[in-house]
């Protein structure tokens, strides 16, 4: 049983950094590949982020390259988000996501967390 449980949303102030972690609870024994998204009013949900499982390799939107950097501790089963550099654009809650495979990708994402949600104010 896969469970995901996001933390560290918040508001901050326009230029500010926030930290989101994604911890899975459930069965571990293999590192899988992670992705965030994310999704704001009225807007289809959209890929943020995706990371392998070793952590060797990552992707970007390019809305977030550059500003955002995706990293992971297996030990700690546990994936991270660093926001920096933060627009008002970037409001939206933010999802973790889990794949069935160990390669990185912007698609194919069988497990989701709850969300937590990120307001960036001007």
């Known amino acids: 049983q896969v469970q995901l449980v996001e933390s560290g949303g918040g508001m901050v102030q326009a230029g500010g950094s926030l930290r989101l972690s994604c911890t899975n609870s459930?069965?571990?024994?293999?590192?899988?590949?992670m992705g965030w998204f994310r999704q704001a009013p009225g807007k289809e949900r959209e890929f943020v982020a995706t990371?392998?499982?070793?952590?060797?390799?990552?992707d970007y939107a390019d809305s977030v390259k550059g500003r955002f950097t995706i990293s992971r501790d297996n030990a700690k089963n546990t994936v991270y988000l660093q926001m920096n550099s933060l627009k008002p654009e970037d409001t939206a809650v933010y999802y973790c996501?889990?794949?069935?495979?160990?390669?990185?990708?912007?698609?194919?994402?069988?497990?989701w967390g709850q969300g937590t949600q990120v307001t960036v104010s001007s």
């Open positions: 459930g069965r571990t024994d293999v590192a899988y590949a």
């Open positions: 996501a889990q794949r069935t495979g160990v390669l990185r990708s912007r698609w194919g994402y069988d497990y």
């Open positions: 990371i392998n499982g070793r952590g060797s390799s990552t």
